[in-house]
Protein backbone atom coordinates (compact mmCIF):
# COMPACT_ATOMS: atom_id res chain seq x y z
CA UNK A 1 0.00 0.00 0.00
CA UNK A 2 1.39 3.50 -0.88
CA UNK A 3 1.68 5.85 2.27
CA UNK A 4 1.41 9.72 2.14
CA UNK A 5 4.72 9.40 4.49
CA UNK A 6 6.57 7.17 6.39
CA UNK A 7 6.59 8.63 9.71
CA UNK A 8 3.79 11.62 10.92
CA UNK A 9 5.34 13.24 13.92
CA UNK A 10 2.19 15.10 15.90
CA UNK A 11 3.66 17.91 17.66
CA UNK A 12 6.45 20.99 17.00
CA UNK A 13 7.52 21.34 20.95
CA UNK A 14 11.04 19.99 21.99
CA UNK A 15 10.28 15.87 21.88
CA UNK A 16 8.75 16.70 18.43
CA UNK A 17 11.39 18.48 16.39
CA UNK A 18 14.17 15.66 17.67
CA UNK A 19 11.81 12.95 16.53
CA UNK A 20 11.04 14.86 13.64
CA UNK A 21 14.73 15.42 12.80
CA UNK A 22 15.90 12.35 13.91
CA UNK A 23 14.17 10.22 11.46
CA UNK A 24 14.25 12.43 8.41
CA UNK A 25 18.02 12.09 9.15
CA UNK A 26 18.02 8.31 9.06
CA UNK A 27 16.12 8.94 5.30
CA UNK A 28 12.42 8.42 6.31
CA UNK A 29 9.65 11.01 4.37
CA UNK A 30 8.67 12.93 7.84
CA UNK A 31 5.42 14.85 8.47
CA UNK A 32 5.39 17.46 10.99
CA UNK A 33 2.15 18.31 12.30
CA UNK A 34 1.98 21.22 14.86
CA UNK A 35 -0.98 23.72 15.70
CA UNK A 36 1.13 26.57 14.54
CA UNK A 37 3.92 26.66 12.54
CA UNK A 38 5.07 30.13 14.57
CA UNK A 39 5.55 28.10 18.03
CA UNK A 40 8.17 25.26 16.53
CA UNK A 41 10.65 25.02 19.90
CA UNK A 42 8.43 27.71 21.53
CA UNK A 43 10.31 28.02 25.48
CA UNK A 44 6.82 27.84 26.80
CA UNK A 45 8.21 28.10 30.15
CA UNK A 46 11.95 29.39 31.28
CA UNK A 47 13.67 30.48 28.26
CA UNK A 48 17.13 28.63 29.14
CA UNK A 49 18.60 25.21 27.98
CA UNK A 50 21.09 22.90 30.19
CA UNK A 51 21.47 22.80 34.24
CA UNK A 52 22.26 19.48 36.34
CA UNK A 53 22.31 16.39 34.01
CA UNK A 54 20.12 18.41 31.66
CA UNK A 55 22.73 19.72 29.55
CA UNK A 56 24.90 16.70 29.20
CA UNK A 57 21.14 15.55 27.59
CA UNK A 58 21.54 18.50 25.10
CA UNK A 59 24.99 16.97 24.41
CA UNK A 60 23.70 13.50 23.63
CA UNK A 61 20.83 14.30 21.47
CA UNK A 62 23.68 16.43 19.85
CA UNK A 63 26.15 13.96 19.13
CA UNK A 64 23.27 11.89 16.98
CA UNK A 65 22.79 15.22 15.11
CA UNK A 66 19.91 16.91 16.99
CA UNK A 67 18.93 20.40 16.87
CA UNK A 68 18.32 21.68 20.36
CA UNK A 69 21.80 22.52 20.68
CA UNK A 70 22.25 24.06 17.73
CA UNK A 71 19.90 26.35 18.36
CA UNK A 72 20.79 26.80 21.93
CA UNK A 73 24.07 27.68 20.22
CA UNK A 74 22.75 30.42 18.37
CA UNK A 75 20.38 32.06 20.81
CA UNK A 76 22.55 32.13 23.77
CA UNK A 77 22.33 35.15 25.74
CA UNK A 78 24.22 34.40 28.72
CA UNK A 79 26.21 31.39 29.46
CA UNK A 80 27.54 28.99 32.79
CA UNK A 81 29.01 26.25 33.76
CA UNK A 82 26.98 25.16 36.49
CA UNK A 83 28.84 22.97 39.66
CA UNK A 84 32.41 24.15 38.71
CA UNK A 85 33.89 23.40 42.62
CA UNK A 86 32.26 20.32 42.13
CA UNK A 87 33.93 16.80 40.51
CA UNK A 88 33.64 16.69 36.45
CA UNK A 89 30.91 14.45 36.91
CA UNK A 90 28.52 17.15 38.27
CA UNK A 91 29.54 19.65 35.75
CA UNK A 92 26.65 21.17 33.93
CA UNK A 93 26.45 23.54 31.08
CA UNK A 94 23.31 25.98 31.12
CA UNK A 95 22.73 28.77 28.47
CA UNK A 96 20.08 31.42 28.68
CA UNK A 97 18.58 31.89 25.33
CA UNK A 98 16.62 34.42 23.51
CA UNK A 99 13.30 32.98 23.31
CA UNK A 100 12.32 34.32 20.16
CA UNK A 101 16.14 33.36 18.58
CA UNK A 102 15.65 29.77 19.73
CA UNK A 103 12.31 29.52 18.34
CA UNK A 104 13.44 31.02 15.38
CA UNK A 105 16.77 28.76 14.68
CA UNK A 106 14.35 25.74 15.42
CA UNK A 107 12.31 26.14 12.85
CA UNK A 108 15.39 26.67 10.14
CA UNK A 109 16.98 23.76 11.25
CA UNK A 110 14.24 21.91 10.90
CA UNK A 111 13.58 23.75 7.26
CA UNK A 112 16.89 22.85 6.09
CA UNK A 113 16.28 18.90 6.91
CA UNK A 114 15.77 17.33 3.72
CA UNK A 115 12.80 14.75 3.71
CA UNK A 116 10.89 16.64 6.55
CA UNK A 117 8.14 18.55 6.04
CA UNK A 118 5.96 20.85 8.38
CA UNK A 119 2.08 21.24 8.33
CA UNK A 120 0.07 23.63 10.25
CA UNK A 121 -2.61 21.37 11.85
CA UNK A 122 -4.42 20.18 14.79
CA UNK A 123 -4.43 16.44 14.89
CA UNK A 124 -8.03 15.36 16.49
CA UNK A 125 -7.44 11.52 15.92
CA UNK A 126 -5.33 9.07 15.04
CA UNK A 127 -6.29 6.61 12.18
CA UNK A 128 -6.36 2.92 13.56
CA UNK A 129 -6.64 -0.55 11.99
CA UNK A 130 -6.83 -2.64 14.98
CA UNK A 131 -4.00 -2.38 17.45
CA UNK A 132 -1.32 -0.36 14.12
CA UNK A 133 -1.34 2.77 13.82
CA UNK A 134 -2.01 3.89 10.22
CA UNK A 135 -2.48 7.92 10.25
CA UNK A 136 -3.82 10.87 11.69
CA UNK A 137 -6.87 12.70 10.85
CA UNK A 138 -6.43 16.90 11.67
CA UNK A 139 -9.77 19.08 12.42
CA UNK A 140 -9.60 20.72 9.17
CA UNK A 141 -10.65 17.65 7.68
CA UNK A 142 -7.40 16.10 6.15
CA UNK A 143 -6.73 12.35 6.79
CA UNK A 144 -2.80 11.56 6.41
CA UNK A 145 -1.61 7.98 6.22
CA UNK A 146 1.50 6.89 7.78
CA UNK A 147 2.12 3.28 8.87
CA UNK A 148 4.64 4.79 11.98
CA UNK A 149 2.86 8.26 14.04
CA UNK A 150 5.19 9.96 16.75
CA UNK A 151 2.70 11.84 19.49
CA UNK A 152 4.32 14.50 21.59
CA UNK A 153 1.31 16.18 22.62
CA UNK A 154 3.08 18.42 25.79
CA UNK A 155 0.30 19.74 28.00
CA UNK A 156 -2.10 19.83 24.82
CA UNK A 157 -4.31 16.72 25.80
CA UNK A 158 -7.44 18.04 27.90
CA UNK A 159 -4.79 21.27 28.62
CA UNK A 160 -6.57 23.45 31.64
CA UNK A 161 -4.93 26.76 32.43
CA UNK A 162 -6.03 28.04 35.73
CA UNK A 163 -5.65 31.48 37.77
CA UNK A 164 -6.70 31.16 41.21
CA UNK A 165 -10.01 29.21 42.04
CA UNK A 166 -12.45 31.09 39.20
CA UNK A 167 -10.62 31.38 35.88
CA UNK A 168 -10.29 28.43 34.03
CA UNK A 169 -9.07 28.15 30.47
CA UNK A 170 -9.04 24.92 28.12
CA UNK A 171 -5.44 25.56 26.78
CA UNK A 172 -2.01 24.05 26.07
CA UNK A 173 -0.33 27.12 26.83
CA UNK A 174 -1.73 30.78 26.85
CA UNK A 175 -2.98 31.69 23.80
CA UNK A 176 -2.89 28.36 22.21
CA UNK A 177 -6.48 25.46 22.25
CA UNK A 178 -6.41 22.30 24.04
CA UNK A 179 -7.31 18.96 22.47
CA UNK A 180 -9.96 17.31 23.58
CA UNK A 181 -10.90 14.47 21.02
CA UNK A 182 -7.60 12.95 20.81
CA UNK A 183 -7.44 12.37 24.46
CA UNK A 184 -10.47 11.06 24.64
CA UNK A 185 -9.93 8.65 21.81
CA UNK A 186 -6.47 7.49 23.42
CA UNK A 187 -8.70 6.91 26.71
CA UNK A 188 -11.23 4.89 24.83
CA UNK A 189 -8.32 2.48 23.50
CA UNK A 190 -8.07 1.91 27.08
CA UNK A 191 -4.59 3.35 27.93
CA UNK A 192 -4.04 4.21 31.71
CA UNK A 193 -3.89 7.81 32.01
CA UNK A 194 -3.60 10.36 34.68
CA UNK A 195 -3.37 14.28 34.96
CA UNK A 196 -0.19 16.48 36.37
CA UNK A 197 0.20 20.15 36.91
CA UNK A 198 2.96 22.50 35.75
CA UNK A 199 3.21 26.23 36.42
CA UNK A 200 4.97 29.41 35.30
CA UNK A 201 5.80 32.55 37.03
CA UNK A 202 4.66 36.03 35.90
CA UNK A 203 6.62 38.27 33.60
CA UNK A 204 7.66 42.11 34.15
CA UNK A 205 8.69 45.09 32.32
CA UNK A 206 12.22 45.47 33.05
CA UNK A 207 11.82 48.88 32.44
CA UNK A 208 10.12 49.12 35.39
CA UNK A 209 12.62 47.52 37.97
CA UNK A 210 14.50 49.10 40.55
CA UNK A 211 18.04 47.48 39.76
CA UNK A 212 19.95 49.00 42.31
CA UNK A 213 18.73 46.72 44.75
CA UNK A 214 19.28 43.35 43.02
CA UNK A 215 22.70 41.47 42.65
CA UNK A 216 23.73 41.52 39.41
CA UNK A 217 24.69 37.91 37.68
CA UNK A 218 26.83 37.84 34.42
CA UNK A 219 27.39 34.83 32.33
CA UNK A 220 31.46 33.25 32.13
CA UNK A 221 33.21 34.40 29.01
CA UNK A 222 34.26 30.55 28.28
CA UNK A 223 34.00 29.89 24.93
CA UNK A 224 31.38 26.87 25.28
CA UNK A 225 29.01 25.03 22.60
CA UNK A 226 26.57 22.39 23.48
CA UNK A 227 27.04 21.31 19.83
CA UNK A 228 29.81 19.33 18.70
CA UNK A 229 29.41 19.98 15.27
CA UNK A 230 28.66 24.23 14.75
CA UNK A 231 30.64 27.04 16.22
CA UNK A 232 29.00 30.06 15.27
CA UNK A 233 29.13 33.67 17.11
CA UNK A 234 27.15 33.71 19.72
CA UNK A 235 24.81 37.05 20.28
CA UNK A 236 24.98 39.86 22.35
CA UNK A 237 25.53 38.80 26.10
CA UNK A 238 22.90 40.00 28.79
CA UNK A 239 23.08 39.58 32.75
CA UNK A 240 20.74 38.21 35.20
CA UNK A 241 19.53 39.24 38.24
CA UNK A 242 19.38 37.98 41.32
CA UNK A 243 16.74 39.42 44.49
CA UNK A 244 15.03 37.65 47.20
CA UNK A 245 11.70 37.06 48.85
CA UNK A 246 10.79 37.93 52.47
CA UNK A 247 8.28 38.01 54.81
CA UNK A 248 6.02 40.67 53.10
CA UNK A 249 5.82 38.35 50.54
CA UNK A 250 5.16 35.40 52.87
CA UNK A 251 2.29 36.56 54.33
CA UNK A 252 0.16 37.97 51.46
CA UNK A 253 0.35 34.68 50.31
CA UNK A 254 -0.78 33.38 53.43
CA UNK A 255 -3.17 35.29 53.54
CA UNK A 256 -4.76 34.28 49.89
CA UNK A 257 -3.77 30.90 49.82
CA UNK A 258 -7.07 29.89 49.31
CA UNK A 259 -7.62 31.41 46.35
CA UNK A 260 -4.93 29.67 45.01
CA UNK A 261 -5.86 26.64 42.25
CA UNK A 262 -3.46 24.48 44.02
CA UNK A 263 -4.69 24.80 47.59
CA UNK A 264 -8.26 25.75 46.39
CA UNK A 265 -9.30 22.50 45.84
CA UNK A 266 -9.49 23.09 41.82
CA UNK A 267 -6.33 21.21 40.70
CA UNK A 268 -6.23 17.78 40.99
CA UNK A 269 -2.79 17.13 39.45
CA UNK A 270 0.31 16.05 40.92
CA UNK A 271 2.76 19.41 40.32
CA UNK A 272 6.63 19.04 39.81
CA UNK A 273 8.34 18.60 43.26
CA UNK A 274 11.69 20.15 41.80
CA UNK A 275 10.35 23.48 40.10
CA UNK A 276 7.48 24.35 42.73
CA UNK A 277 5.23 27.32 42.97
CA UNK A 278 5.66 30.24 45.44
CA UNK A 279 2.19 28.42 47.38
CA UNK A 280 4.54 25.64 47.72
CA UNK A 281 7.46 26.89 49.23
CA UNK A 282 5.55 28.68 51.41
CA UNK A 283 3.44 25.51 52.77
CA UNK A 284 6.23 23.52 52.96
CA UNK A 285 8.88 25.43 54.08
CA UNK A 286 7.38 27.73 56.54
CA UNK A 287 10.74 28.51 58.55
CA UNK A 288 12.59 29.62 55.67
CA UNK A 289 13.31 33.33 56.15
CA UNK A 290 13.60 34.06 52.43
CA UNK A 291 13.62 32.49 48.74
CA UNK A 292 15.48 33.61 45.85
CA UNK A 293 14.21 34.80 43.14
CA UNK A 294 16.34 35.32 39.81
CA UNK A 295 15.27 37.99 37.22
CA UNK A 296 16.26 36.46 33.43
CA UNK A 297 15.84 38.35 30.29
CA UNK A 298 13.59 36.92 28.02
CA UNK A 299 15.55 38.53 24.72
CA UNK A 300 17.67 40.88 23.57
CA UNK A 301 14.50 42.71 22.00
CA UNK A 302 12.45 43.04 24.16
CA UNK A 303 12.70 44.56 28.15
CA UNK A 304 10.51 41.80 29.53
CA UNK A 305 12.18 39.59 32.07
CA UNK A 306 11.34 36.02 33.39
CA UNK A 307 10.91 36.28 37.09
CA UNK A 308 12.55 33.03 38.02
CA UNK A 309 11.16 31.26 41.44
CA UNK A 310 7.89 32.82 41.55
CA UNK A 311 5.85 30.21 39.60
CA UNK A 312 2.00 30.67 40.79
CA UNK A 313 -1.84 29.90 40.60
CA UNK A 314 -3.11 32.95 42.66
CA UNK A 315 -4.85 35.24 41.21
CA UNK A 316 -3.65 38.19 39.44
CA UNK A 317 -4.73 40.82 41.84
CA UNK A 318 -2.29 38.58 44.25
CA UNK A 319 0.60 38.58 41.98
CA UNK A 320 0.65 42.03 41.57
CA UNK A 321 0.92 42.26 45.26
CA UNK A 322 3.25 39.68 45.83
CA UNK A 323 5.43 41.40 42.84
CA UNK A 324 5.35 44.52 44.21
CA UNK A 325 6.29 42.57 47.56
CA UNK A 326 9.97 41.69 46.49
CA UNK A 327 13.25 43.88 46.61
CA UNK A 328 13.96 45.82 43.31
CA UNK A 329 10.49 44.89 41.77
CA UNK A 330 8.07 47.63 43.88
CA UNK A 331 7.12 49.38 40.77
CA UNK A 332 7.13 46.79 38.61
CA UNK A 333 4.79 46.37 35.81
CA UNK A 334 3.34 42.65 35.33
CA UNK A 335 3.84 41.80 31.53
CA UNK A 336 1.75 38.43 32.14
CA UNK A 337 0.44 36.58 34.80
CA UNK A 338 1.86 33.46 35.91
CA UNK A 339 -0.74 30.25 35.95
CA UNK A 340 -0.83 26.33 36.63
CA UNK A 341 -1.82 24.06 34.18
CA UNK A 342 -3.45 20.55 34.19
CA UNK A 343 -3.06 18.25 31.50
CA UNK A 344 -3.30 14.57 30.49
CA UNK A 345 -0.22 12.17 30.56
CA UNK A 346 0.12 8.23 30.23
CA UNK A 347 1.50 6.07 32.81
CA UNK A 348 5.01 5.20 30.93
CA UNK A 349 5.08 1.50 31.88
CA UNK A 350 3.04 1.18 29.00
CA UNK A 351 5.76 2.02 27.05
CA UNK A 352 8.86 -0.47 25.26
CA UNK A 353 11.87 0.41 25.72
CA UNK A 354 12.22 2.17 22.64
CA UNK A 355 9.21 4.19 23.69
CA UNK A 356 6.53 2.48 21.28
CA UNK A 357 3.00 2.25 23.04
CA UNK A 358 2.59 -1.75 23.64
CA UNK A 359 -0.91 -1.82 23.17
CA UNK A 360 -1.15 0.54 19.79
CA UNK A 361 1.64 -0.89 17.04
CA UNK A 362 3.62 2.12 15.53
CA UNK A 363 2.26 4.68 18.07
CA UNK A 364 5.34 6.15 19.97
CA UNK A 365 5.38 8.42 22.57
CA UNK A 366 7.65 10.97 23.71
CA UNK A 367 8.01 14.27 25.94
CA UNK A 368 5.06 15.64 28.76
CA UNK A 369 2.43 12.68 27.54
CA UNK A 370 5.14 10.49 29.09
CA UNK A 371 4.85 12.30 32.67
CA UNK A 372 8.10 14.21 31.68
CA UNK A 373 8.73 17.37 33.12
CA UNK A 374 11.64 19.97 30.97
CA UNK A 375 12.97 20.77 27.25
CA UNK A 376 15.54 18.69 27.45
CA UNK A 377 14.00 15.36 28.59
CA UNK A 378 11.15 15.78 26.02
CA UNK A 379 14.37 16.27 23.55
CA UNK A 380 16.48 12.89 24.68
CA UNK A 381 12.85 11.30 24.17
CA UNK A 382 11.62 12.80 20.92
CA UNK A 383 15.31 11.47 19.63
CA UNK A 384 14.65 7.65 20.93
CA UNK A 385 11.39 7.62 19.63
CA UNK A 386 12.70 9.18 16.11
CA UNK A 387 15.15 6.61 15.49
CA UNK A 388 13.16 3.91 16.87
CA UNK A 389 9.95 4.87 14.26
CA UNK A 390 12.12 4.47 11.28
CA UNK A 391 14.04 1.23 12.85
CA UNK A 392 10.40 -0.12 12.97
CA UNK A 393 9.41 0.68 9.52
CA UNK A 394 12.39 -1.13 7.94
CA UNK A 395 11.91 -3.75 10.63
CA UNK A 396 15.38 -3.88 12.19
CA UNK A 397 15.94 -4.26 15.66
CA UNK A 398 15.23 -1.11 18.11
CA UNK A 399 17.95 1.36 19.38
CA UNK A 400 17.84 1.07 23.43
CA UNK A 401 20.21 3.00 25.28
CA UNK A 402 21.80 1.41 28.57
CA UNK A 403 21.68 3.30 31.47
CA UNK A 404 25.76 3.52 31.35
CA UNK A 405 25.56 4.62 27.72
CA UNK A 406 23.78 7.89 28.69
CA UNK A 407 21.47 10.09 30.85
CA UNK A 408 18.78 9.57 27.71
CA UNK A 409 18.93 6.10 28.56
CA UNK A 410 18.59 6.25 32.32
CA UNK A 411 15.42 8.75 31.48
CA UNK A 412 13.77 5.67 29.52
CA UNK A 413 14.77 3.21 31.50
CA UNK A 414 13.39 5.04 34.76
CA UNK A 415 10.12 5.89 32.90
CA UNK A 416 9.27 2.12 31.64
CA UNK A 417 10.70 0.90 34.89
CA UNK A 418 9.72 2.81 37.59
CA UNK A 419 6.89 4.77 36.02
CA UNK A 420 5.73 7.91 37.82
CA UNK A 421 4.12 9.31 40.39
CA UNK A 422 5.02 13.32 39.46
CA UNK A 423 6.47 14.94 36.61
CA UNK A 424 10.02 13.62 36.07
CA UNK A 425 12.78 15.33 36.11
CA UNK A 426 16.55 14.25 35.96
CA UNK A 427 19.67 14.62 38.06
CA UNK A 428 22.46 13.04 37.77
CA UNK A 429 21.68 11.21 41.27
CA UNK A 430 19.68 8.93 38.98
CA UNK A 431 22.76 7.67 37.24
CA UNK A 432 24.66 5.02 38.49
CA UNK A 433 27.52 5.54 36.41
CA UNK A 434 27.74 9.99 36.69
CA UNK A 435 31.48 9.40 35.82
CA UNK A 436 31.09 7.85 32.94
CA UNK A 437 28.33 10.05 31.76
CA UNK A 438 29.92 13.62 31.50
CA UNK A 439 28.80 16.24 29.10
CA UNK A 440 32.34 16.73 27.93
CA UNK A 441 31.99 12.79 26.65
CA UNK A 442 28.74 12.81 24.95
CA UNK A 443 30.37 12.91 21.44
CA UNK A 444 32.63 10.23 22.48
CA UNK A 445 30.42 7.64 24.05
CA UNK A 446 27.47 7.63 21.24
CA UNK A 447 29.07 9.84 18.19
CA UNK A 448 30.17 6.01 16.97
CA UNK A 449 26.34 4.44 17.72
CA UNK A 450 24.99 7.54 15.52
CA UNK A 451 27.57 6.94 12.65
CA UNK A 452 26.62 3.23 12.87
CA UNK A 453 23.13 3.86 12.63
CA UNK A 454 23.13 6.52 9.47
CA UNK A 455 22.54 9.69 11.55
CA UNK A 456 25.88 11.93 11.08
CA UNK A 457 26.86 13.76 7.98
CA UNK A 458 30.08 13.73 5.99
CA UNK A 459 31.33 16.88 7.76
CA UNK A 460 30.04 15.49 11.06
CA UNK A 461 32.05 12.35 10.79
CA UNK A 462 35.14 13.77 10.53
CA UNK A 463 34.43 15.88 13.40
CA UNK A 464 33.21 12.60 15.23
CA UNK A 465 37.22 11.19 13.96
CA UNK A 466 39.34 14.72 14.88
CA UNK A 467 37.75 14.39 18.09
CA UNK A 468 38.54 10.80 19.00
CA UNK A 469 41.84 10.84 17.41
CA UNK A 470 43.28 13.86 18.79
CA UNK A 471 41.47 12.61 22.61
CA UNK A 472 43.70 9.38 21.80
CA UNK A 473 46.61 11.46 20.39
CA UNK A 474 46.73 13.78 23.78
CA UNK A 475 46.46 10.75 26.50
CA UNK A 476 48.83 8.31 24.56
CA UNK A 477 51.68 11.74 25.09
CA UNK A 478 50.67 12.43 28.57
CA UNK A 479 51.50 8.96 29.17
CA UNK A 480 54.68 8.67 27.04
CA UNK A 481 56.17 11.90 27.95
CA UNK A 482 58.73 11.92 30.80
CA UNK A 483 58.96 15.35 32.73
CA UNK A 484 61.82 15.87 34.38
CA UNK A 485 62.49 16.23 37.79
CA UNK A 486 63.26 20.11 37.70
CA UNK A 487 60.71 21.07 35.24
CA UNK A 488 58.10 19.30 37.68
CA UNK A 489 59.47 20.69 40.55
CA UNK A 490 59.48 24.49 39.63
CA UNK A 491 55.79 23.70 38.69
CA UNK A 492 54.67 21.93 41.82
CA UNK A 493 56.05 24.50 44.03
CA UNK A 494 54.24 27.04 42.56
CA UNK A 495 51.16 24.98 43.43
CA UNK A 496 52.19 24.45 46.56
CA UNK A 497 52.35 20.45 45.66
CA UNK A 498 54.74 17.85 47.34
CA UNK A 499 57.92 18.01 45.11
CA UNK A 500 59.01 14.75 43.57
CA UNK A 501 62.82 13.42 43.42
CA UNK A 502 63.00 11.45 40.03
CA UNK A 503 61.60 11.90 36.61
CA UNK A 504 57.86 11.27 36.66
CA UNK A 505 55.37 10.32 33.48
CA UNK A 506 53.36 13.37 33.04
CA UNK A 507 50.19 11.68 33.23
CA UNK A 508 51.05 10.03 36.45
CA UNK A 509 51.85 13.86 37.80
CA UNK A 510 48.71 14.73 36.09
CA UNK A 511 46.24 12.83 37.85
CA UNK A 512 46.76 14.79 41.37
CA UNK A 513 44.30 17.48 42.36
CA UNK A 514 45.01 20.79 40.72
CA UNK A 515 47.94 19.71 38.19
CA UNK A 516 46.86 20.47 35.07
CA UNK A 517 47.80 18.66 32.26
CA UNK A 518 48.24 21.42 29.66
CA UNK A 519 51.04 22.80 32.41
CA UNK A 520 52.63 19.82 32.67
CA UNK A 521 53.32 19.33 29.01
CA UNK A 522 54.39 23.13 29.03
CA UNK A 523 57.25 22.60 31.67
CA UNK A 524 58.35 19.84 29.60
CA UNK A 525 59.34 22.12 26.99
CA UNK A 526 57.25 20.10 24.11
CA UNK A 527 54.72 21.50 21.60
CA UNK A 528 51.63 20.97 22.86
CA UNK A 529 49.30 18.71 20.66
CA UNK A 530 46.63 20.75 19.27
CA UNK A 531 43.00 20.01 20.63
CA UNK A 532 40.09 21.57 21.50
CA UNK A 533 39.32 22.67 24.95
CA UNK A 534 36.61 19.58 24.96
CA UNK A 535 39.69 17.30 24.34
CA UNK A 536 41.96 18.79 27.12
CA UNK A 537 38.67 18.03 29.25
CA UNK A 538 38.09 15.05 28.34
CA UNK A 539 41.64 13.44 28.39
CA UNK A 540 42.58 15.31 31.38
CA UNK A 541 39.72 13.47 33.48
CA UNK A 542 40.92 10.42 32.27
CA UNK A 543 43.62 10.85 33.33
CA UNK A 544 43.14 11.95 36.67
CA UNK A 545 40.20 9.39 37.11
CA UNK A 546 41.59 6.13 35.76
CA UNK A 547 41.01 4.14 38.96
CA UNK A 548 37.44 5.45 39.68
CA UNK A 549 36.37 5.42 35.75
CA UNK A 550 37.80 1.95 35.64
CA UNK A 551 35.65 1.01 38.52
CA UNK A 552 32.70 2.44 36.97
CA UNK A 553 33.30 0.43 33.91
CA UNK A 554 33.26 -2.79 35.79
CA UNK A 555 30.11 -2.23 37.14
CA UNK A 556 28.73 -1.29 34.27
CA UNK A 557 29.92 -4.80 32.44
CA UNK A 558 27.78 -6.29 35.54
CA UNK A 559 24.63 -4.36 34.53
CA UNK A 560 25.41 -5.63 30.78
CA UNK A 561 25.93 -8.95 32.00
CA UNK A 562 22.34 -8.92 33.62
CA UNK A 563 21.03 -7.28 30.47
CA UNK A 564 22.13 -10.14 28.60
CA UNK A 565 20.07 -12.40 30.73
CA UNK A 566 16.74 -11.93 28.51
CA UNK A 567 12.98 -12.63 29.67
CA UNK A 568 10.59 -13.91 27.61
CA UNK A 569 8.22 -11.70 25.77
CA UNK A 570 5.08 -13.82 26.74
CA UNK A 571 6.32 -14.71 30.40
CA UNK A 572 3.64 -15.68 32.84
CA UNK A 573 4.53 -13.73 35.60
CA UNK A 574 1.21 -13.71 37.76
CA UNK A 575 1.73 -17.72 37.93
CA UNK A 576 5.10 -17.55 38.79
CA UNK A 577 4.16 -18.63 42.61
CA UNK A 578 7.83 -18.77 43.79
CA UNK A 579 7.87 -14.81 43.80
CA UNK A 580 5.85 -12.50 46.01
CA UNK A 581 2.76 -11.43 45.16
CA UNK A 582 3.58 -7.45 44.44
CA UNK A 583 6.60 -8.95 42.58
CA UNK A 584 4.36 -10.86 40.46
CA UNK A 585 2.01 -7.81 39.66
CA UNK A 586 4.25 -5.25 39.06
CA UNK A 587 6.22 -7.49 36.63
CA UNK A 588 2.90 -8.37 34.86
CA UNK A 589 2.47 -4.89 34.11
CA UNK A 590 6.21 -3.76 33.31
CA UNK A 591 6.90 -6.77 31.22
CA UNK A 592 10.93 -5.97 31.38
CA UNK A 593 13.31 -7.16 28.74
CA UNK A 594 15.91 -8.26 30.57
CA UNK A 595 16.68 -9.02 34.36
CA UNK A 596 18.63 -5.90 34.68
CA UNK A 597 15.19 -4.07 34.00
CA UNK A 598 13.20 -6.27 36.28
CA UNK A 599 16.09 -5.86 39.28
CA UNK A 600 14.97 -1.98 38.84
CA UNK A 601 11.40 -2.35 39.78
CA UNK A 602 10.32 -0.93 42.67
CA UNK A 603 8.79 -4.17 44.42
CA UNK A 604 11.09 -6.92 42.87
CA UNK A 605 13.26 -8.35 45.95
CA UNK A 606 16.92 -9.77 45.12
CA UNK A 607 15.20 -13.30 46.62
CA UNK A 608 12.51 -12.24 43.44
CA UNK A 609 15.41 -11.83 41.28
CA UNK A 610 16.80 -14.98 42.07
CA UNK A 611 13.40 -17.49 41.93
CA UNK A 612 12.90 -15.32 38.62
CA UNK A 613 16.45 -17.07 37.58
CA UNK A 614 15.08 -20.24 38.22
CA UNK A 615 11.49 -20.24 36.84
CA UNK A 616 12.94 -19.06 33.60
CA UNK A 617 15.66 -21.56 33.01
CA UNK A 618 13.30 -24.47 34.36
CA UNK A 619 10.86 -23.27 31.45
CA UNK A 620 13.64 -22.87 28.94
CA UNK A 621 14.49 -26.61 29.73
CA UNK A 622 10.91 -27.44 29.28
CA UNK A 623 10.96 -26.37 26.24
CA UNK A 624 14.01 -28.07 25.18
Not at 365 to 392: D, K, P, S, W
Not at 531 to 549: C, F, N, P, Q, R
Amino acid sequence: MQWDYDVIVVGGGHAGSEAANAAARLGARVLLVTANLETIGQMSCNPAIGGIAKGTVVREVDAFGGVMARAADRATIQFRMLNRSKGPAVWAPRAQCDRGLYRRAMRALLEEQPNLDLVQGTVMALRLDGNRVSGVHTTDGRAVRAPVVVLTAGTFLRGTIHIGTTTRVPAGRAGDPAVVDLAEQLESIGLAVGRFKTGTPPRVDGRSVDYSKLERQDGEELEYRFSHFERGSRPEQRPCWVTWAGAELKEIIRRDIHQSALYGGVIAGRGPRYCPSIEDKIVKFPDAERHQIFLEPEGLQTAELYVNGLSTSLPISTQILFLQAVPGLEHARMTRPGYAIEYDYYAPQQLTPWLEVKAVEGLFFAGQINGTTGYEEAGGQGLVAGINAVRQLRDREPVVLGRDDGYIGVLVDDLITRGVDEPYRLFTSRAEFRLLLRQDNALKRLGPLATKLGMLGTDERRELERRLREEEELIAVARETTIETKAANSLLQELGQALVREPQRVGELARRPGVALRQLLDRCGMQVPEATDDVWMSAEIELKYAGYLERERQAAQKLAEMADFRLPPDLSYMELQSLSTEARQKLDLVRPESLAQAGRIPGVSPSDLQNLVLEVVRRRRSAA
